[in-house]
């Protein structure tokens, strides 16, 4: 299918985003390019509040999880040393089973099952400003011995895999910054650094803004950065690096063909999630990108492998939907109409006969397990999330909704939620990792001193309940599940391994 490009649409849709970014608050960049040119850069807002200095398309931020793809290059670089078929376990064999039998392919492409680290933190009660540290964080990982769910039979986004990966290569000797350096950075001379942690200082980044009621404030974390998104630069280094990737020549050949290729589940079925990049479409025209997130960070990168176009978007301030405005430009450019979503299933809690499987639906958007998702038309009633990371197909069917949520068969059935009574009042305990909570009047506390939390639980049924905490800058929606009458389990999307038990 040939189309026509129309730049200048492209770059008046860019402008009217940029133009949302006020001259007094954090912004963000929007560049257009082929392989050969940047066609337009559009950017407002400030680099920096307390200097003043103008965002640009040379402000340096973190990618976060625009990171996957460049380690992904690694990862195949090496593949005799760590081979996509390989187990885990072949190469860090302290990985209990299931983790150890997950193979470096599946930890790579989300259908691994491998818990979120920065998620079962949470849900072990530290927040995303506790610091932790490499061998901490694997030996922490060690210990594990859940899924979220069977590897190769469904997709939950999780970092965990690049996090495993990335030490089973340097345990083979090959760092993840020296191979940027070597590979990337020194030959086509673009400016990227991938520090090991937040604190390490990054010549030029741009502070990271999150906005706390009316006032703005510099964002921060403390979990050990891997190569699931440890990767800085500016907009401008980005969209450098892609039109190397699009034209393919030299050592690139071949190498966005092998990051985009169609990933299969155990059963067969193809999933949109390759190795670090994912598929996006519209109308019948498929576009690959991946997006990232960090606090206080938004980017997103979205190629027509097909017409040697781009647009990159990166910025300092945690409000910006990067993905959104990429596809937006994409749009103009082409022509091709958006997505609508139009979406007529009904408000309200959903949950699943057993288990911990929730959704809210509230004006076309839904929550899955606390994840959130816009669904869009798809006719006959049907409804998809058109997430590659987070696939949802949903109708209703009289008060229920059914359809899959991942690539899993669900039926959700309507549902009030209810404060509980004191049915699971207590004092419950991870004793392995001294993590540990009350429940009074059916209020979870968590936490010691000031950071004490203080979350009614909002029954679901059958054992199930959904409470509020307050992680940093974001508020998560936790499902306590009982397992049994001593033993509970916390459920969030990226993370449905961590249990607690009832101590007498």
Not at 124 to 135: A, F, I
Not at 469 to 493: F, M, Q, T
Request: net charge negative; charged share 20%; aromatic share 10%.
């Amino acid at each position: 299918m040939s189309l026509m490009l129309n730049w200048l649409a492209a770059s008046e849709r860019a402008r009217s985003f940029a133009d949302e970014w006020q001259g007094d608050e954090p912004g963000g960049a929007i560049i257009g390019f082929d392989t050969n040119n940047v066609q337009f850069v559009q950017a407002g807002g400030l680099e920096n509040l307390s200097t003043g200095t103008a965002f640009s398309a040379d402000s340096v931020v973190r990618y976060a999880s625009v990171t996957k793809h460049i380690f992904a290059a690694m990862a195949l670089h090496h593949s005799d040393a760590v081979g996509l078929d390989d187990r885990l376990g072949d190469h860090l064999p302290e990985l209990q089973k299931p983790l150890a039998d997950v193979s470096v392919g599946r930890a790579l492409d989300m259908s691994g099952g491998l818990p979120d680290v920065r998620e079962c933190l949470t849900l072990l009660g530290l927040s995303v400003y506790s610091e932790t540290h490499k061998q901490q964080l694997l030996n922490f990982l060690a210990t594990l011995t859940r899924l979220n769910f069977d590897a190769g039979t469904d997709i939950s986004y999780s970092n965990t895999g690049y996090r495993l990966v990335e030490a089973a290569l340097e345990r083979k000797g090959f760092a993840f910054d020296d191979f940027i350096q070597n590979e990337i950075a020194g030959p086509l001379d673009i400016a990227f650094k991938a520090p090991d942690i937040w604190a390490e200082p990054v010549q030029g980044l741009a502070p990271g803004y999150l906005k706390t009621g009316n006032k703005w404030q510099l964002s921060a974390a403390g979990l050990h950065l891997s190569a699931s998104g440890s990767l800085t630069g500016s907009g401008t280094s980005l969209a450098r690096w892609l039109q190397h990737l699009l034209t393919g020549s030299g050592k690139f050949s071949g190498l966005l063909a092998a990051f985009s290729a169609i990933r299969h589940l155990h059963d067969g079925r193809p999933s949109g999630y390759g190795l670090g990049l994912y598929w996006s479409r519209l109308a019948d025209r498929y576009f690959v990108g991946h997006g990232g997130s960090h606090p206080g960070y938004k980017s997103h990168f979205l190629l027509d492998p097909e017409a040697g176009t781009g647009f990159v978007v990166v910025s300092n301030r945690e409000d910006v939907n990067t993905s959104q405005i990429a596809l937006a430009a994409m749009s103009a450019l082409t022509a091709l109409p958006l997505p609508q979503t139009n979406c007529m299933l009904r408000d309200g809690f959903y949950v699943t006969e057993d288990g911990p499987h929730w959704i809210e639906l509230k004006h076309g958007v839904v929550s899955y397990l606390d994840a959130e998702e816009t669904l869009y038309d798809d006719g006959n009633g049907w409804y998809l999330s058109r997430s590659a990371s987070s696939p949802m197909r949903l109708r209703q069917t009289g008060a229920a909704i059914e359809g899959e949520a991942g690539y899993v068969q669900r039926r959700f059935l309507p549902v009030i939620p209810e404060p509980a009574s004191a049915e699971l009042d207590g004092h419950w305990t991870a004793g392995e990792y001294g993590a540990h909570f009350d429940i009074r009047h059916g209020v979870v506390i968590m936490g010691a001193g000031p950071a004490r939390q203080f979350m009614p639980l909002l029954g679901l049924g059958n054992g199930r309940y959904l409470f509020t905490l307050d992680d940093g800058p974001w508020k998560k929606r936790i499902c306590l599940n009982r397992l049994s009458e001593e033993k509970v389990e916390l459920v969030l999307s990226r993370s449905r391994v961590i249990e607690y038990t009832l101590m007498h």
